[in-house]
């Protein structure tokens, strides 16, 4: 079924599990994240990034009809929404979730845009994630590690005022491939779990190691976007196999064996595996 986010994060929260959000790009990747979710009993999150994919309205009517087939609990969010225009066509093609990342504005400018698109999307009951401090990428990681941090009085008072369902915030990933050795400050974590009221997110968790990743769902993180990781999976599958294809379709499935493969690697890591059905 199609939900809306906040459904599964809270529940995430309250039961102290993290929850994987996997990044799509089309339908075959769509439908490997739903399947792996059904397979493991387990709520998915599935986060769309309009670059890959600009034709969002179209996408989005497959992929809702197959969360609405599903049997585990799905919600379907932009990732990084980065104009006024992408939320607003997210939210007319059906989303259930959106992501405003204004993180890389000033203070005061991202709360009024994240403020105004939160008012629009909960009219029309849709949950609305944002980013405070900034998470980078990892090919700069060395240089600019500790330059965005999330501050936590500064996030308690961002998520009042903006009234975000979720937050995600800067602990020390980034985006992509690491280069230099990810480093995640778990005491800040602590701080901004102990500070903010609403689910935690963390991006950038390809390559970030699966130590940190799961102690960082058992300190207070709920949603875990992977895109990376389960992507770099499908086209390894695909490359060491692809001798034995003999059709087309066949490297499409290929892919979603090896993303499925991942992506149930870190369900089960998350310890989310079965709580579909409690
Ligand atoms: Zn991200």
Not at 209 to 215: H, I, S, T, V, Y
């Amino acid at each position: 079924m199609l939900v809306n986010m906040t459904k599964i994060l809270q529940k995430s929260k309250d039961g102290k599990y993290g929850v994987v959000a996997p990044n799509i790009c089309n339908e075959d990747s769509a439908r490997a994240a739903i399947e792996c979710a059904e397979e493991n009993r387990a709520p998915v999150i599935l986060d769309l990034i309009y670059r890959v994919n600009p034709d969002i309205p179209l996408l989005a009517k497959l992929v809702i009809e197959m969360a609405q087939r599903a049997t585990v609990p799905v919600a379907l969010n932009l990732d990084h929404g980065s104009t006024f225009e992408e939320a607003i066509i997210a939210v007319r093609s059906g989303f259930s979730s959106i992501m405003v990342d204004r993180s890389s504005l000033p203070y005061e400018e991202n709360i009024k845009e994240v403020a105004a698109l939160v008012r629009i999307a909960h009219a029309v009951g849709i949950s609305v994630e944002a980013e405070l401090g900034h998470v980078g990428t990892g090919s700069q990681y060395d240089a600019d590690r500790d330059a965005g941090l999330t501050n936590p009085l500064q996030a308690k008072e961002y998520v009042e005022r903006t009234g975000v369902d979720a937050l995600a915030i800067a602990i020390g990933t980034a985006h992509g491939k690491y280069v230099g050795t990810p480093y995640l400050d778990f005491s800040l974590l602590s701080k901004i779990y102990n500070t903010v009221d609403v689910p935690l997110v963390l991006h950038g968790g390809s390559g970030s190691g699966d130590e940190n990743l799961a102690r960082a769902t058992r300190e207070g993180i709920t949603k875990v976007n992977i895109g990376t990781d389960l992507f770099q999976a499908g086209i390894d599958e695909l490359v060491t196999n692809h001798a034995s294809l003999k059709r087309a379709h066949e490297a499409y499935l290929m892919f979603a064996l090896g993303y499925k493969k991942k992506l149930t690697h870190y369900m089960n890591l998350f310890g989310e595996c079965g709580k579909a059905d409690e």
